[in-house]
């Protein structure tokens, strides 16, 4: 059953036809590209209703197929390699349709993040850092994730301390993973790391693993971890971000998680919400709400997570601005 966002995205990717498809990956992030990859590996047939469903659903026209996807190895090849070239589809392409030897910090942003972890674990934390901030945020906190206790704590200060990574530090380290920085000697020190960096990636952490990093930061230096703190976007923030803002973001997130989300929510960020509905569809959602019943705290924690992953790629994108932060919104 079709069902998910990536989902549907994967049956029109095999609907389009490999130049198209092609030309849309190349708009999409590696993790991006991963997810929607994995996807379409896994599909095999798709029914004529399905197929439907998802190109009305995407405004388009296509002629009816009652299965497409079938012995799609071949198909994913061709198409990640016309949008990627040859060595960042066979990256990925090992990662989904079987394990080959893949090296350099930039082909670490297409592996899954406990592969990376296994990877670079017995690194040298500062090095480990190092290759972190080069990572999408969300990738870097899965990769933590991997971590023990204190080798996490260890590596978020030091992405929270690091002000810059020389290039000859660069091509040095990519000795040991291979090239990311293809060589300009009169490049400056690249800034990258610092709070903000630790922040963003932080964002991506469980309940769990946010407390106990942040607590070893407020015992290294408490006015760093309250800078970190600062500029971390929480799911209560969104009450900042305005109307329209909201709108777009009730537009993306299942109704679903957005009852178990608000279970933990103020009734001011309640209100926000249901003052940006329908009236039909906010009493629907109150309704929903009084029904629930008590939830754990972890999954509500899990929901508001996934919530704020919308969030921060809808203000990435440019269709939300996040408030409260000033000309630099915090994303």
């Known amino acids: 059953m079709i069902e998910t966002g990536v989902q549907k995205a994967a049956v029109l990717m095999l609907a389009l036809g490999e130049d198209e498809a092609a030309e849309v990956m190349k708009f999409l992030s590696p993790r991006e590209v991963q997810q929607l990859g994995a996807t379409m590996s896994t599909m095999k047939s798709v029914q004529s209703e399905e197929l439907e469903q998802v190109l009305a659903e995407f405004r388009r026209e296509t002629e009816q197929q009652t299965s497409i996807g079938v012995d799609s190895d071949d198909y994913i090849r061709s198409v990640l390699?016309?949008?990627?070239?040859?060595?960042?589809?066979?990256?990925?392409?090992?990662?989904?349709?079987?394990?080959?030897?893949?090296?350099?910090?930039?082909?670490?942003k297409w592996m899954d993040g406990q592969s990376v972890s296994e990877l670079i674990r017995n690194e040298h934390p500062q090095i480990i850092a190092t290759i972190l901030v080069h990572l999408e945020r969300d990738h870097a906190s899965e990769v933590l994730s991997y971590f023990t206790e204190r080798l996490r704590n260890d590596v978020v200060l030091r992405i929270a301390t690091l002000d810059g990574v020389q290039p000859a530090a660069l091509r040095e380290l990519n000795d040991v993973l291979t090239k990311l920085l293809t060589g300009n000697e009169g490049l400056k020190k690249k800034q990258m790391g610092g709070v903000?960096?630790?922040?963003?990636?932080?964002?991506?952490?469980?309940?769990?693993?946010?407390?106990?990093?942040?607590?070893?930061?407020?015992?290294?230096?408490?006015?760093?971890?309250?800078?970190?703190?600062?500029?971390?976007?929480?799911?209560?923030?969104?009450?900042?971000?305005?109307?329209?803002?909201?709108?777009?973001?009730?537009?993306?997130?299942?109704?679903?998680?957005?009852i178990v989300a608000l279970k933990g929510a103020g009734q001011e960020l309640r209100e926000k919400i249901f003052a940006n509905m329908s009236q039909r569809a906010g009493e629907m959602l109150k309704e929903d709400l009084e029904a629930k019943g008590p939830v754990r705290l972890s999954e509500v924690e899990t929901q508001q997570k996934e919530i704020l992953t919308i969030v921060r790629r809808l203000a990435d994108e440019g269709a939300i601005q996040l408030g409260a932060k000033g000309e630099d919104p915090y994303v």
């Open 81 to 108: 390699t016309k949008a990627l070239g040859d060595d960042k589809a066979t990256s990925l392409l090992n990662r989904i349709l079987g394990a080959r030897e893949a090296s350099g910090i930039e082909s670490l």
């Open 196 to 258: 903000r960096a630790a922040a963003e990636i932080m964002n991506f952490f469980s309940g769990e693993h946010e407390t106990a990093v942040m607590n070893n930061l407020k015992n290294y230096d408490s006015d760093m971890a309250q800078k970190i703190m600062d500029e971390m976007f929480v799911f209560d923030n969104i009450i900042d971000i305005d109307d329209r803002g909201i709108q777009t973001i009730l537009r993306e997130v299942p109704s679903e998680a957005l």
